[in-house]
């Protein structure tokens, strides 16, 4: 599941800024391409998310930092805060799969959400359903705003682009079960990926369509888009974002796989579906091919993974 907060409008309040001593160290051997926390001050338009930002070199995991700084300073003051890496040593994705970077490439962070309404596990499922969801339009949205056009969300999370579904983002969001929940997200910017078969990147996808983008601040600008669209819908109502996934869905009204135990292994419970959209809580919504009463499935994205037909 997932939660949020949000608003469009452009932030008075200053920018609290956040940099570890290490990040000295580490700036003068990545050079230009590290994260400039200025540049994405100056293009940030929130009130909150990204409002304070801690950058850090290499971690093993920004969610395992953003889980700590919950811990120092509560989950309210912590919430909005940015934890942001130029590398992780023990990135983790879904279903407790790796995620690999190239240092100073990806833009790695986690969020922390926790608004003040956290009151009791009702209240929460309903804003976590969102911020899952949102997410990764989120990413959609703001790849469209640096010229990637035709990136989609692929249920539950992950955001893929062009005919060979290559994949440009994943998003992993744990909730604590009592006042917080993290929203770790990484994004493929700068890495040359043409002959990839299986990933891409912002840059190359930017490359490919002629477009002339700059390398120069895209991981800045791409990250101040993406917190300025979730704060857009995380201020929209939960039937609301969810038709705003459907419109993103690479997977809508198509015929899947559902893989129980992995996309590479072969289980007697796998079967062949068609994806009628998402419910109100975030499982996606099957029609099974064999079933002859046309009986809907519920799945869950921690139960299963699905791939095109």
């Known amino acids: ?31 230009a391409m590290r994260f400039d926390e200025q540049i994405f001050s100056k293009a940030l338009r929130t009130k909150v998310i990204g409002q304070k930002i801690y950058c850090h070199p290499t971690v093993p995991s920004t969610m395992k930092l953003a889980t700590e ?52 596990i009702a209240e929460v499922m309903p804003q976590l359903v969102r911020l899952n969801l949102a997410a990764p339009v989120a990413v959609v949205r703001a790849c ?15 955001v893929l682009v062009g005919e060979a579904a290559k994949k440009l983002c994943g998003v992993l969001l744990d909730f604590n079960g009592q006042d917080a929940a993290v929203l770790g997200v990484g994004i493929n910017v700068l890495q040359e990926m043409r002959n990839h078969p299986t990933a891409t990147s912002v840059l190359t996808l930017l490359a490919s369509a002629g477009s002339a983008e700059r390398a120069t601040s895209l991981r800045e600008r791409l990250l101040a888009s993406f917190c300025k669209e979730l704060e857009v819908l995380m201020h929209m109502s939960n039937d609301a ?14 015929n899947v796989r559902v893989h129980h135990a992995s996309r590479d292994e072969v289980d007697k ?7 009628l959209g998402v419910n109100s809580d975030g499982q996606l919504r099957v029609r099974p091919l064999s079933n002859s009463t046309q009986v809907e499935m519920l799945l869950s994205g921690e139960e299963v993974s699905i791939t095109a037909k």
């Open 269 to 275: 419970r796998d079967y062949d579906a068609k994806v």
């Open 144 to 158: 469209a705003d640096v010229g990637v056009k035709d990136a989609k969300v692929k249920w539950p999370n992950d």
């Open 69 to 120: 700084l919950i811990s120092q300073q509560g989950a309210q003051s912590a919430h909005g805060s940015l934890v942001l890496a130029e590398a992780q040593s023990n990135g983790v994705g879904r279903r407790g799969r790796a995620w690999e970077d190239e240092e100073s490439c990806s833009l790695l962070f986690s969020l922390v959400w926790s608004p003040s309404g956290f009151t009791s």
């Open 1 to 31: 599941p997932s939660s949020a907060m949000a608003s469009g409008a452009v932030a008075s309040a200053s920018r609290t800024r956040y940099w570890p001593w290490l990040l000295l160290l580490s700036c003068s051997r990545v050079g």
């Open 241 to 254: 974002v969810i038709a705003e996934h459907g419109r993103h869905h690479l997977l809508e009204g198509r």
